[in-house]
C-alpha cells in the first residue's frame, strides 16, 4: 500500500477516530476501525519467546536461549533461523507484532536484564539484532527494536536520566538501533529513562536520527506506561501510548488537538504509521494474517542453537568426555535438575516442555554408564512456586492448584484448576474481591517447611486450617515488572511431618492500582549443608568424571533490578572447589545470563558456559559435553575476575542522573584502556580443535566510504573438524580524537577438516571508519592508517596488517 493510498485513509477518519487509535485498546491489543478496515494489531512479549496475549501457563510456548546465548553465536543465519521460529509462534498465537529484539548494551556486568541484551558491543548487538528482525518479518509478523535508547541499567529505571556524551550516543548506544532500522524494522519501542534531560516518550530522538536521518517509516510506541504526559509525547515523535484503555492520551489528546496546542499534522503521521504497519501485518483491508511458515522441528532446531551459543571458557583436555569409554559419572548441583531456563521478568513464558541438564546426561549415558546424581548443598534462594510434582487440586485431585475468585462475602465467582502456583493475571470477574489459590501438598521431606504468598495488599495462608501467615502489604513500588510479574513475597515456616497430605489455602485481596499477580511457593528444609557437601565429594571421588552445575538464581538476574555483585551464592563456589579436588575430571557448567566471578576457574577441569539455555538446556549440552557437537559459542562480553577490577560499574543514579562518564570506552574498549586484563575477553571461546593464523591480506590504501576486503589464511592443527570465528578490529593508535584502543569492525566464519588450510574472507564496512562529529553533526573518516588486527578474541591478537585510508578535499563529508 502506497503512500497515497494511505493518505486516503487517514482522510476518511475523524480527528476523534484518529486519536482513539493511538492508544491501544487493551493491555496487548491496539484500537480497530472499522471505517478504514483496520482489525486490532496484537503485540506479545518476545525475546525468548512469544507468550501471547496472557500469562496462562496452559497455553505453553517455545522457549529459545537468552539473548546473552543469541549474542553468543556469531552466527548471523541460525540467528535468522531462531527469528523464524518466533514468527512461526507469533502466527500460532494471533500475534501479529513481537516485541523483540532487546538492543540495549551491556554497559556494566552488573545489568540485571544483561540476559535479555546481545553484547557489550554495538557491532555485534546490531548484527545480531539484525538478523533476528530479519527472521522474524521474513514471515510478516514485525519486530520492534527496544528499549529506545541507553536503558542499560535497572536501577530507578522508570525516572533516571542518562547523560551521555554525542559521540558515544552516536557510536555506541544508537549503532544497534541504527542497523536494526537498515534492516527493515517495522517498530522502535521507546524507554522508560530519559536521555540528557528528555524522557524518551518525548525525546527529540524519536524524530532525529530516526525518522529523519534513517528515514524509519514504522511505529515508535512507548514502553508500558511510559506516556506520562499529554502534549510533549504527541509534539514528538511517539505515535502510540502502550498499554490501553487508559493512558494521558486516551483522555486528554483529543483536547489538546482541538485546542492547538498538538498539530493535527502530528496526529496525521501517526496514524499514517500506524496503518502501515497494519498493513504489513495484515491487519488492514480484511486481509487474513499470513500463514504460520512450515519450519523443522522446534525442538532440534533449539538443541542446535543451545550448542552453538555455549561458550567452552577452559578446558585442560578433558572435554569432550567420551561416552564409550567410562563407566560412571557423577552430576552435582540443584541447577543440573532444576535450571535456570530464562531470566526474570516481564519476557517470561511457560515452556512447552524441558529437558534439563541431568536428563539431557542420562539419556546420553543411558545403557552405557551409570549416573549418579547428588544435590549437594543448597544456594539461597526464594521457595519455588507450587507445582504439579508436589501438589494436587483439593477438590478433583489432578496434579496442581485450584484457583477461585471470591466476593468481598466469601462467595465463590469463578474456579478453575491450574498446573502453577505462580498466577500473575488471574480471571477478571465483576465483584471479584480476593483471589485464593489452594492446593494438597504431600512433604517428601519432615521438618520446617518455607511457604511464601507474593503479592500486594491484605494476603493470609493457612495450613490444615491453621494460620500461618496474615498482614496487609501496601504497594510501595511502581516499577510494573514488579507489581505484575515478580511481586514480593511473605514467608512464614512451619514444621511438617510426611506421608500426609496437608492443606495449603492462599488469599490475597485486589486493591485497585496493585495488580492481580498472585504466587503461592513452597520449600522443603534445607539439608544439611556439611552432610550435602561431603555427599557430593563421596560421588565424585567415586566416579570416573564429575559435572558440576551452577549459576545465579531469579533474584540474581531479573528485570527491575540490578546486581551488587558477582559472586555465586554460597555455598557453589566451595562445591566446585571441593568436587575438583575429588576429581581432577570435573567439568563445571555455568548456568546464568550474564557475568559471574569464577575463583576456582584454573582449579576445574573444564568450565563451559551454558547461559539460559531454554526448554533443550539438556539436550543441546549433553551433545557438547560429549562431543555430538562443538561447543560454538564466543563471549558477546567481557567477563571479569572481579567486579572490582572491572572498569565501568556505575548503574545507580545521583539525582536522578546517571552519567555516562566512559564516554567511547564500555565493555572490552574500557578494559583495553584501563590496561587491565580480564578473566575472559570479549570473543574468547575454545572449540574442540586448535587453529594456526597464518597470513593476513588487505590493500595497503582506500578511499574513504569504502569498504575494505581482508583475507585472511588459517588453518586447522587440531584432530576434529571445527569452526572458528575469525575477529578483525580496527585501531588508529594516532588519531587525533579520542578513540578506542581497538574496536570490533567485522567478523566472520570458516570451516576446516583438521590438518586443513582456510581463507576468511570479511569486508570491513566503510562506516567502521568514521566518527561522528558533535560540531558538524555529521559523520567523518579520518585520513590516515588504520591498523587492522585479526585475533581470535579483542585481548587475542594473531595477525595484523594496516591500510591507509585517503579522503578527497572535493569529495563531501559522509552524513
Not at 518479518?137 to 551521555?164: I, M, P, W
Not at 514502553?223 to 505515535?239: I, T
Request: aromatic share 4%.
Amino acid at each position: 500500500m502506497d503512500d497515497e493510498e494511505l493518505d486516503r485513509l487517514v482522510g476518511k477518519l475523524s480527528t476523534a477516530q484518529k486519536v482513539r487509535l493511538l492508544t491501544g485498546a487493551t493491555t496487548w491489543r491496539t484500537a480497530a476501525e472499522p471505517a478504514v478496515g483496520l482489525r486490532p494489531v496484537v503485540t506479545s512479549d518476545g525475546p525468548a519467546g512469544v507468550r501471547g496475549e496472557a500469562w496462562d501457563e496452559r497455553s505453553p510456548s517455545a522457549l529459545l536461549p537468552s539473548a546473552s546465548a543469541i549474542g553468543a553465536l556469531w552466527d548471523e543465519e541460525l540467528t535468522e533461523e531462531l527469528g523464524g521460529l518466533l514468527a512461526r509462534e507469533a502466527l500460532r498465537k494471533g500475534v501479529d507484532v513481537v516485541l523483540a529484539p532487546t538492543l540495549n548494551l551491556h554497559r556494566t556486568p552488573l545489568g540485571g536484564r544483561h540476559f535479555e541484551c546481545f553484547s557489550e558491543d554495538p557491532e555485534l548487538a546490531g548484527r545480531t539484532g539484525a538478523a533476528l528482525v530479519r527472521g522474524i518479518q521474513a514471515h510478516g509478523v514485525a519486530a520492534t527494536a527496544k528499549h529506545y535508547v541507553a536503558n542499560d541499567s535497572e536501577t530507578d529505571r522508570l525516572t533516571v536520566d542518562v547523560r551521555v556524551g554525542e559521540r558515544a550516543l552516536r557510536e555506541v548506544y544508537l549503532a544497534p538501533f541504527e542497523a536494526v532500522v537498515a534492516a527493515g524494522v517495522w517498530a522502535v519501542m521507546a524507554g522508560y529513562n530519559g536521555v540528557n534531560g528528555s524522557t524518551m516518550s518525548a525525546s527529540p530522538l524519536l524524530a532525529d536520527p530516526l525518522k529523519t536521518d534513517w528515514a524509519f517509516d514504522g511505529v515508535v510506541l512507548s514502553d508500558w506506561g511510559a506516556v506520562r504526559s499529554v502534549e510533549a509525547p504527541a509534539r514528538a515523535a511517539l505515535d502510540l501510548a502502550m498499554p490501553g484503555p487508559h493512558s494521558p492520551w486516551a483522555e486528554g489528546l483529543l483536547q489538546a488537538v482541538e485546542d492547538g496546542r498538538v498539530p493535527e499534522a502530528a496526529i496525521d503521521d501517526k496514524v499514517r504509521r500506524l496503518l502501515r504497519l497494519a498493513e504489513r501485518v495484515g491487519a488492514l483491508g480484511g486481509s487474513p494474517r499470513p500463514p504460520a511458515p512450515a519450519g523443522g522441528p522446534t525442538g532440534a532446531l533449539l538443541r542446535r542453537a543451545v550448542a552453538a551459543g555455549s561458550v567452552l571458557l577452559h578446558n585442560r583436555a578433558l572435554l569432550p568426555l567420551d561416552a564409550d569409554r567410562m563407566s560412571s559419572l557423577a552430576v552435582i548441583g540443584t541447577h543440573a535438575a532444576h535450571p535456570r531456563l530464562q531470566g526474570g521478568g516481564s519476557a517470561g513464558v511457560f515452556p512447552d516442555s524441558v529437558v534439563t541438564p541431568l536428563d539431557g546426561i542420562r539419556a546420553r549415558l543411558r545403557g552405557r554408564a551409570k549416573v549418579t546424581y547428588v544435590p549437594g548443598p543448597a544456594a539461597p534462594a526464594p521457595p519455588p512456586p507450587l507445582a504439579v510434582d508436589r501438589c494436587r487440586n483439593p477438590v478433583s485431585g489432578r496434579p496442581g492448584v485450584l484457583l477461585r475468585l471470591l466476593d468481598a462475602d466469601g462467595r465463590e465467582l469463578t474456579a478453575e484448576h491450574r498446573f502453577t502456583g505462580r498466577v500473575l493475571e488471574p480471571e477478571r470477574a465483576p465483584g471479584a474481591h480476593t483471589v485464593e489459590i489452594s492446593a494438597l501438598l504431600t512433604p517428601e521431606t519432615p521438618g520446617e517447611w518455607t511457604f511464601a504468598v507474593g503479592g500486594f495488599g491484605r494476603m493470609s495462608l493457612t495450613v490444615d486450617g491453621r494460620t500461618v501467615l496474615d498482614g496487609l502489604f501496601p504497594r510501595d513500588v511502581d516499577d510494573p515488572a514488579v507489581v505484575h510479574v515478580n511481586p514480593p513475597q511473605r514467608t512464614a515456616r512451619t514444621v511438617l511431618g510426611t506421608g500426609r497430605p496437608v492443606h495449603l489455602v492462599a488469599r490475597r485481596e485486589l486493591v485497585p492500582g496493585s495488580g492481580r499477580a498472585t504466587t503461592v511457593a513452597a520449600a522443603p528444609p534445607e539439608p544439611d549443608a556439611s552432610a550435602a557437601l561431603a555427599a557430593a565429594v563421596e560421588a565424585a571421588r567415586a566416579c570416573d568424571a564429575a559435572i558440576v552445575v551452577v549459576g545465579t538464581t531469579e533474584h540474581d538476574e531479573t528485570e527491575g533490578h540490578d546486581r551488587t555483585d558477582l559472586r555465586l551464592a554460597d555455598p557453589q563456589n566451595a562445591l566446585v572447589r571441593a568436587v575438583s579436588a575429588a576429581n581432577p575430571r570435573t567439568a563445571v557448567v555455568l548456568n546464568s545470563g550474564g557475568p559471574v566471578e569464577l575463583p576456582w576457574r584454573e582449579e576445574a577441569g573444564a568450565v563451559l558456559l551454558s547461559w539460559f539455555p531454554g526448554q533443550e538446556a539438556g539436550t543441546g549440552l549433553a551433545d557438547v559435553l560429549f562431543g555430538a557437537a562443538e561447543p560454538g559459542g564466543r563471549l558477546p562480553t567481557t567477563w571479569a575476575a572481579t567486579l572490582s577490577d572491572a572498569p565501568v560499574t556505575t548503574t545507580r543514579p545521583a539525582d536522578g542522573r546517571l552519567p555516562y562518564t566512559e564516554g567511547l570506552h564500555i565493555g572490552h574498549r574500557a578494559w583495553l584502556r584501563a590496561g587491565r586484563a580480564p578473566a575472559y575477553w570479549f570473543g574468547h571461546g575454545l572449540g574442540y580443535t586448535t587453529w594456526e593464523y597464518d597470513t593476513v591480506d588487505a590493500p595497503t590504501e582506500v578511499r574513504a566510504g569504502t569498504d575494505v576486503t581482508v583475507r585472511v589464511d588459517l588453518r586447522n592443527t587440531g584432530g576434529r573438524p571445527g569452526r572458528e570465528v575469525v575477529q578483525l578490529y580496527l585501531a588508529r593508535p594516532d588519531s587525533a580524537l579520542d578513540r578506542p584502543h581497538r574496536w570490533l569492525a567485522i567478523h566472520t566464519t570458516v570451516h576446516a577438516l583438521p590438518g586443513a588450510q582456510v581463507t576468511a574472507t570479511a569486508r570491513i564496512p566503510a562506516r567502521a571508519f568514521r566518527h561522528w562529529s558533535p560540531v558538524d553533526a555529521a559523520w567523518h573518516t579520518e585520513p590516515g592508517p588504520y591498523e587492522i588486527l585479526v585475533g581470535r578474541s579483542a585481548g587475542d591478537i594473531r595477525a595484523r596488517t594496516v591500510t591507509t585510508v585517503r579522503v578527497q578535499a572535493s569529495v563531501p563529508e559522509e552524513t
